[in-house]
């Protein structure tokens, strides 16, 4: 499979294109700065360029199979690169027939509020304000695109090893605890060969 990815100079991203190359499958990435990423792979295709730029996105699109957006941004970042950068992949996917979208979100938005802590809500509403904020307008782009799209909600994210042990699912009852970036990265990988999180938003933790 052909995956674009988006993010990938971030912690998930990155262990998502490692975690795909090393199944066999090939990597088209957009990165502002792509010495950021360093990996050296034959399978993998980095474009420089800009999430919020049409022209970029759409030639990182071009020929895949299925789209990784792992967007990130600072917390004082004005650019809404995460809801607007996800506007421009979506537009660019319809526009290039491609249907699968695995998207990196977070868990505490939507109707996962409550599966996380009292902390972590304070924080939430003051620290990560404008991050919550745009991850919040990003869930609701991606549920209006009519994409076979998959929402992954992350709970507290670690630099831990990949160890593919880990807790995911829809239920609400599902509470927020750590989990390593290189696992969120396997759980992404899988939603694009399962479609049981199709048009969902599973958290995973």
Do not use: C
């Given at each position: 499979m052909?995956?674009?990815?988006?993010g990938?100079?971030?912690?998930?991203?990155?262990?998502?294109v490692?975690q795909?190359?090393?199944a066999?499958?090939?990597?088209?990435a957009?990165?502002?700065?792509p010495?950021?990423?360093?990996?050296?792979h034959?399978g993998?295709t980095?474009?420089?360029?800009?999430?919020l730029?049409?022209?970029?996105?759409?030639q990182?699109v071009?020929g895949?199979?299925g789209?990784?957006a792992?967007?990130?941004?600072?917390l004082?970042d004005?650019?809404?690169v995460?809801?607007r950068?996800?506007?421009?992949i979506?537009a660019?996917?319809?526009a290039e027939g491609?249907?699968?979208?695995?998207?990196?979100?977070?868990m505490?938005t939507g109707?996962s509020a409550?599966q996380?802590?009292?902390?972590?809500?304070m924080?939430?509403k003051?620290?990560?304000?404008?991050?919550?904020?745009?991850k919040?307008?990003?869930?609701?782009?991606?549920?209006a695109?009519?994409?076979?799209?998959?929402m992954?909600?992350p709970?507290g994210?670690t630099?831990?090893p990949?160890?593919?042990t880990?807790?995911?699912?829809v239920?609400k009852?599902?509470k927020?605890g750590?989990?390593?970036?290189?696992d969120?990265?396997?759980?992404a990988?899988?939603?694009f060969?399962?479609?049981?999180?199709?048009?969902?938003?599973?958290?995973?933790?």
């Open positions: 052909h995956i674009a990815v988006f990938a100079t971030g912690g998930t991203g990155r262990a998502f490692e795909a190359l090393d066999g499958h090939t990597i088209t957009l990165a502002r700065t010495s950021k990423l360093n990996i050296d034959p993998l980095v474009i420089q360029g800009d999430a730029v049409a022209a970029d996105v759409a990182t071009a895949a199979d789209v990784l792992s967007l990130g941004s600072g004082n004005e650019t809404k995460v809801s950068g996800t506007e421009q979506i660019a996917m319809v491609v249907r699968r979208l695995v998207v990196i979100g977070a505490g109707d409550d996380v802590g009292f902390a972590f809500k924080i939430m003051t620290v990560l304000k404008k991050t919550m904020v745009e919040e307008a990003q869930e609701k782009i991606v549920a695109s009519g994409l076979d799209w998959v992954v909600r709970s994210l630099d831990g990949r160890t593919g880990y807790t995911f699912g239920d009852s599902l927020a750590q989990i390593s970036r290189a969120v990265a396997d759980f990988l899988k939603q060969s399962e479609d049981t999180f199709v048009g969902k938003t599973p958290a995973v933790t």
